[in-house]
């Protein structure tokens, strides 16, 4: 499922794709992916507008026009693509921007979990958006500490919960977790201050790599390289890695560098 880093991969797609280039002509092969418009509405909203320059909140992309704002989110198999016009197209390009100068833009989603909408104003902005956290590569320790302290539940369930931190999914919350040593199954609101800012101090440095990378990397040195080995073990240990699911979600940890508190 895409996640933060990816999202910003999409965001500089985007950007260097279609920023500042005239939207000449929309293309809905499959309206499907389409929540609260048709196709003749999009189409009608959005030719011969210009894309801005996008934004980034959590999961969520924000395509400014100077008008209406495209807003996108991903679901588990969505991908923002840069093309030629006269590229030929594949089975799952659903939506597709041509632009000036020949490029276009394409929404590519194999399952159509999530998709596309339009927001007509700023207040169309915050109600798509007004569920969610701050976004985890932006927020500051203090207000990190703040949401976090205020969550009842386990920690992992509370770093994937959008209203509470926007961005992280499953991978990195393991991945933190881990580089952090802390158990998924802590009571999120009973860290300690040293916990709390060590996590804070390995999510960003998490996030900041794997923006870098495109992705959460599957590095030997990563728990994200190895939980999917037959027989995992801890890259930092050697430690037979544990399983086990929370809030529906295959969860991976240390038992030995996440010590039970």
């Known amino acids: 499922m895409p996640e933060l880093p990816d999202v910003e991969g999409f965001r ?8 500042g280039r005239v939207i000449r002509q929309v293309d809905v092969r499959d309206p499907g992916v389409l929540h609260g418009i048709d196709a003749r509405g999009l189409r009608d909203a959005l030719q011969g507008r210009r894309f801005g320059t996008p934004r980034r909140h959590g999961k969520w992309l924000l395509a400014r026009t ?22 030929p197209v594949e089975a799952h390009d659903r939506v597709l921007f041509t632009l000036g100068g020949g490029r276009q833009l394409r929404f590519r989603d194999q399952r159509k979990l999530q998709g596309l909408w339009l927001a007509h104003d700023e207040s169309d902005v915050d109600r798509l958006l007004g569920r969610q956290g701050p976004d985890a590569l932006a927020v500051d320790r203090t207000e990190f500490e703040t ?9 992992k369930t509370a770093l994937t919960d959008q209203s509470v931190l926007a961005g992280l999914g499953n991978l990195l919350a393991d991945e933190i977790l881990w580089r952090a040593g802390l158990r998924p199954d802590r009571p ?3 860290l300690a201050e040293a916990d709390r800012r060590r996590l804070y101090r390995e999510m960003r440095h998490t996030l900041r790599a794997s923006v ?14 190895r939980r999917d080995d037959r027989d995992p073990r801890c890259p930092r240990c050697g430690t037979a890695l544990r399983r086990t699911r929370m809030a529906g979600r295959g969860t ?9 508190a």
């Open 12 to 19: 500089l797609v985007l950007e260097s794709c279609a920023s």
């Open 188 to 190: 999120a609101r009973d």
């Open 147 to 155: 949401v976090l302290a205020a969550r009842r539940g386990h920690l």
């Open 212 to 225: 870098a990378a495109g992705r959460v990397p599957p590095r030997d040195s990563w728990l994200t390289g």
């Open 66 to 87: 100077g008008g209406p704002t495209l807003v996108l989110h991903f679901g588990m198999t969505g991908s923002l693509v840069c093309a030629r016009a006269d590229d």
């Open 252 to 260: 991976v940890w240390c038992p030995h560098c996440q010590p039970a």
